[in-house]
């Protein structure tokens, strides 16, 4: 059996219309703000509450749609790089939901697994950001070292803000949409 393939149900396809929809239309209306985006908890909370073929699908449509028009302008390479980087965050929701956190144990720590899930958000946006900037570098023929370090420590520090942005939502944002999700699913 080919695992690239998987079934889709109506409902699925419902959830990844309108998920796809929020994410795009989150980049749209956050453009003025720097790397600050919904997009990628959106993605993780879909992964977790949904399964990894959700996520990542989600995740990858969102970034075909968004980056064919980006305001930023399009590069295909970096375009190629941010739809595969953007289904990280889909893959690693899929996984975490899969294999732990039920949030309706007893012993549940509210404070705990939003600490956790800011680290996961951190980790994963830091993945993300080496390896889009790592493809940007090689397709404008600049240094990857200078790409990164440009990317992170110099104003307006879009790595620092995306990073930090995507810690804070994860944080305050996941535990509240995965409980109104599994809230809606019953």
Do not use: Q
């Amino acid at each position: 059996m080919n695992i690239l393939f998987f079934r889709l149900t109506v409902r699925d396809v419902s959830i990844i219309t309108v998920l796809t929809a929020l994410c795009v239309a989150g980049n749209y209306a956050l453009v003025g703000l720097p790397n600050i985006k919904v997009m990628d908890l959106v993605v993780f909370v879909a992964g977790f509450a949904f399964g990894v073929s959700v996520g990542a699908t989600i995740g990858g449509l969102a970034w075909i749609v968004y980056g064919a028009i980006n305001p930023f302008g399009f590069s295909l390479p970096v375009w190629l790089s941010t739809i595969v980087g953007e289904t990280m965050f889909g893959i690693a929701g899929g996984i975490l939901g899969r294999i732990s956190y039920k949030t309706s144990e007893k012993n549940f720590n509210i404070f705990r697994f939003s600490f956790e899930m800011g680290l996961w958000g951190l980790i994963i946006t830091i993945i993300y950001d080496l390896f889009t900037n790592t493809v940007f570098a090689i397709t404008f023929n600049v240094p990857i070292v200078a790409a990164i370090v440009t990317g992170w420590l110099i104003p307006p520090w879009f790595g620092i803000l995306h990073e930090a942005g995507n810690f804070i939502l994860f944080s305050s944002a996941v535990y509240p949409l995965t409980r109104v999700i599994g809230t809606l699913r019953r």
